[in-house]
């Protein structure tokens, strides 16, 4: 009997060393530095990507490159904010002059995605300038999450979360520069067509003639020479990688936070079978409360820049069918518009994806809820029951819609229902091959 005494007091002994062990870990990487660094946090796996994102005036936050997300602050004095300022007084002018050269020609439903194209960028550098000055209130209860959740007993993914957001994204960014090249190989071939059918003068196809066209709104208050044409460069790539990197952020984000509800029903999962005290279930749903809460901030953060996304995808991509539909004149116009719509809806459709796998892990737990036997039923597992089906939990667009698979084929039935309008409307304006 004596043995068996000695055994379990050696038991409670180690097991009280590991406890300790852990929350004196937990307290060193709350005190940011190595530690927090070396953990597979939220903030270490997107924090590259924002660094980049500060050379095109996205997120102007301070002390973005260092390891304790305490130190990231927003800032009103700080080169971030001046550089975000910068676009968006360079990005407001070529969209008045963009806006002034548009109606003066006449609008139609195919010539005005350009002009939605700006004022979408203008929008969303005021939304992610919202966002940053909300990412104290953010990032330090995420992380305090991260910390919580990357040691026993939660158990860390087979896949760590760098990996899954340095995967996508650098796929996605990949996607996008193909698009963007496509974008002007299209343009400059359709230039060159135009030029052939409809001039005498062929000494005009030179791709600096066809620049001086693309960015007739900058080379109209601007002389044409090369620092013009990188200007004009410069601005339409920050405007193209502000349009990609909306929607990379989505998913950075949704993967995070998906990632978390995972580890979390893991833990659940994992008690099935057992006897598990009612102070165990407290605990349990004291985490869960702390997750949700961080889940509720972040999406009433994100709600704008997930509307602006939606919408303009939906918007988008029905302009990039239009133009498939109606007639392409040069197999270069087939291979860009058929490469773009693709793209887009491969995007769009692994926003909705991938957000909407937040939603499906916080309701993993009731599985294992459902399985707890009567005689283990208890108050608390009442309340965990309650609180996992009370509320929506997820990502979405002011809560008009949410970013879940059934709002994705909701999605699809407005594309068709727009597309409809928008062939309408082109049949109406459509004149034929102009030369002027």
Same mark, same amino acid.
């Given at each position: 009997?004596?043995?068996?005494?000695?055994?379990?007091?050696?038991?409670?002994?180690?097991?009280?060393?590991?406890?300790?062990?852990?929350?004196?870990?937990?307290?060193?990487?709350?005190?940011?530095?190595?530690?927090?660094?070396?953990?597979?946090?939220?903030?270490?796996?997107?924090?590259?990507?924002?660094?980049?994102?500060?050379?095109?005036?996205?997120?102007?936050?301070?002390?973005?490159?260092?390891?304790?997300?305490?130190?990231?602050?927003?800032?009103?004095?700080?080169?971030?904010?001046? &550089?975000? %300022?910068?676009?968006?007084?360079?990005?407001?002018?070529?969209?008045?002059?963009?806006?002034?050269?548009?109606?003066?020609?006449?609008?139609?439903?195919?010539?005005?995605?350009?002009?939605?194209?700006?004022?979408?960028?203008?929008?969303? /550098?005021?939304?992610?300038?919202?966002?940053?000055?909300?990412?104290?209130?953010?990032?330090?209860?995420?992380?305090?999450?991260?910390?919580?959740?990357?040691?026993?007993?939660?158990?860390? !993914?087979?896949?760590?979360?760098?990996?899954?957001?340095?995967?996508?994204?650098?796929?996605?960014?990949?996607?996008? &520069?193909?698009?963007?090249?496509?974008?002007?190989?299209? %343009?400059?071939?359709?230039?060159?067509?135009?030029?052939?059918?409809?001039?005498?003068?062929?000494?005009?196809?030179?791709?600096?003639?066809?620049?001086?066209?693309?960015?007739?709104?900058?080379?109209?208050?601007?002389?044409?020479?090369?620092?013009?044409?990188?200007? %004009?460069? /410069?601005?339409?790539?920050?405007?193209?990688?502000?349009?990609?990197?909306?929607?990379?952020?989505?998913?950075?984000?949704?993967? !995070?936070?998906?990632?978390?509800?995972?580890?979390?029903?893991?833990?659940?999962?994992?008690?099935?079978?057992?006897? @598990?005290?009612?102070?165990?279930?407290?605990?349990?749903?004291?985490?869960?409360?702390?997750?949700?809460?961080?889940?509720?901030?972040?999406?009433?953060?994100?709600?704008?820049?997930?509307? @602006?996304?939606?919408?303009?995808? &939906?918007?988008?991509?029905?302009?990039?069918?239009?133009?498939?539909?109606?007639?392409?004149?040069?197999?270069?116009?087939?291979?860009?518009?058929?490469?773009?719509?693709?793209?887009?809806?491969?995007?769009?459709?692994?926003?909705?994806?991938?957000?909407?796998?937040?939603?499906?892990?916080?309701?993993?737990?009731?599985?294992?809820?459902?399985?707890?036997?009567?005689? !283990?039923?208890?108050?608390? &597992?009442?309340?965990?029951?309650?609180?996992?089906?009370?509320?929506? @939990?997820?990502?979405?667009?002011?809560?008009?819609?949410?970013?879940?698979?059934?709002?994705?084929?909701?999605?699809?039935?407005?594309?068709?229902?727009?597309?409809?309008?928008?062939?309408?409307?082109?049949?109406?304006?459509?004149? !034929?091959?102009?030369?002027?």
């Amino acid at each position: 009997m004596s043995r068996t005494s000695d055994d379990i007091r050696k038991h409670l002994k180690v097991r009280r060393q590991k406890q300790r062990a852990i929350l004196a870990m937990r307290w060193r990487c709350a005190q940011g530095g190595l530690e927090f660094e070396q953990l597979d946090t939220f903030y270490g796996a997107i924090r590259p990507y924002l660094c980049v994102a500060q050379f095109f005036g996205i997120m102007p936050l301070s002390n973005i490159r260092s390891r304790d997300p305490q130190d990231v602050k927003f800032k009103v004095r700080s080169i971030g904010l001046a &550089v975000t %300022g910068l676009f968006l007084l360079l990005g407001g002018i070529k969209t008045l002059v963009g806006a002034n050269i548009l109606f003066t020609a006449g609008l139609n439903a195919k010539n005005m995605v350009g002009l939605v194209f700006l004022i979408v960028g203008m929008v969303n /550098w005021l939304n992610f300038v919202g966002f940053a000055r909300s990412w104290s209130y953010i990032m330090l209860p995420w992380s305090s999450v991260d910390i919580l959740m990357l040691f026993p007993p939660y158990k860390r !993914g087979k896949r760590s979360l760098r990996s899954k957001v340095n995967v996508l994204a650098l796929s996605v960014a990949i996607l996008a &520069v193909g698009d963007h090249m496509l974008y002007y190989a299209s %343009g400059y071939c359709s230039y060159s067509m135009h030029i052939l059918q409809c001039h005498t003068n062929h000494s005009r196809i030179t791709f600096e003639l066809y620049l001086e066209k693309e960015f007739s709104d900058i080379m109209s208050i601007m002389p044409f020479n090369i620092f013009s044409m990188c200007y %004009g460069f /410069w601005l339409n790539g920050a405007f193209t990688f502000l349009w990609n990197f909306m929607d990379i952020f989505i998913v950075m984000t949704s993967i !995070g936070l998906a990632q978390r509800f995972q580890q979390f029903a893991a833990r659940v999962a994992a008690l099935e079978g057992r006897h @598990v005290p009612e102070a165990l279930w407290y605990d349990i749903r004291r985490d869960h409360i702390r997750l949700c809460e961080l889940a509720s901030l972040v999406e009433a953060s994100m709600s704008n820049i997930v509307f @602006v996304s939606c919408a303009n995808n &939906v918007y988008v991509i029905c302009n990039q069918a239009l133009a498939i539909f109606t007639k392409l004149r040069h197999p270069i116009n087939y291979v860009y518009f058929w490469y773009s719509l693709i793209f887009l809806l491969a995007r769009t459709s692994l926003v909705f994806m991938t957000a909407s796998k937040i939603h499906d892990a916080s309701l993993l737990p009731l599985r294992s809820l459902y399985l707890v036997p009567s005689d !283990g039923w208890n108050q608390e &597992v009442q309340r965990f029951a309650d609180q996992l089906t009370s509320e929506f @939990v997820g990502l979405s667009g002011y809560r008009l819609f949410c970013l879940t698979r059934k709002s994705l084929f909701g999605m699809l039935a407005t594309l068709v229902t727009y597309e409809l309008m928008l062939l309408q409307m082109d049949a109406k304006s459509h004149k !034929g091959l102009r030369c002027v």
